[in-house]
Structure formats: C-alpha cells, structure tokens
C-alpha cells in the first residue's frame, strides 16, 4: 500500500516557524515531482510550493521569501520549513507526489491526509 504521511503541524503564534514533513512509503519505483498544498476553511486547496526530482522548485507568491521546500530523496521525503508565519497560513496542509510504482507504467498522483497548522495573531 503506497502512502504519503505528513507530520509538524502545530499551534504557533504570528512571525514563528513550523517544518513540515512528508515520507512516501511501500512498493515505489521512483518519485518524481513533490509538493505541498494547503486548504484554508471554505476556500479550495491551493498550490504552496513544489519540487522537481532535479531541485526546481516552484512557489505561490503568497509564500515567496517566507518558505523553502526541500527533499530528501533518500528517504522518500519532501520538507516545507515556514518562517515568518501569518495567521493567513492557517490551513491544512495536504502532501502531493507523483510516484511510479514498481510495475507501473507512469507516475500517478497520491495524496497525505494533511497536517494541521494553526497560526495566531
């Protein structure tokens, strides 16, 4: 069963940081692009920031300056470091990869449950 886990979501307070983290686990082949998307109460889910398996990386000018995201290709994981917090970034905060599993023919997307980020002002 392929998975993608997310875990570092907290209460925090306006201007501090949270990293967020995400493994992708069982049968897979490769991994190409990760990414992380965030879905605030009654809005849609919106693109944060991706990266590619190369190292480009792609970021909603929301957070531009503000987060970096990174991966760990060794370990199937994907990283969302958030400095400068705004109660604005308040969210769940979704995993996105598209994976190749062993067998399969292209990558397909797959989705984490999400990780909560609370942020106060």
């Known amino acids: 069963q392929l998975q993608l886990v997310e875990s570092g979501g907290n209460l925090v307070q306006a201007g501090g940081s949270l990293r967020l983290s995400c493994t992708a686990s069982g049968s897979i082949f490769r991994i190409n692009a990760m990414g992380w998307y965030r879905q605030a109460p009654g809005k849609q889910r919106e693109l944060v920031a991706t990266?590619?398996?190369?190292?480009?990386?792609d970021y909603a000018n929301s957070v531009k300056g503000r987060f970096t995201i990174s991966r760990d290709n060794a370990k199937n994981t994907v990283y969302l470091q958030m400095n400068s917090l705004k109660p604005e970034d308040t969210a769940v905060y979704y995993c996105n990869a598209n994976i190749r599993r062993v067998g399969g023919y292209s990558g397909l997307n797959y989705w984490g449950k999400g990780t909560l980020v609370t942020v106060s002002s």
């Open positions: 990266s590619t398996t190369g190292g480009t990386t």
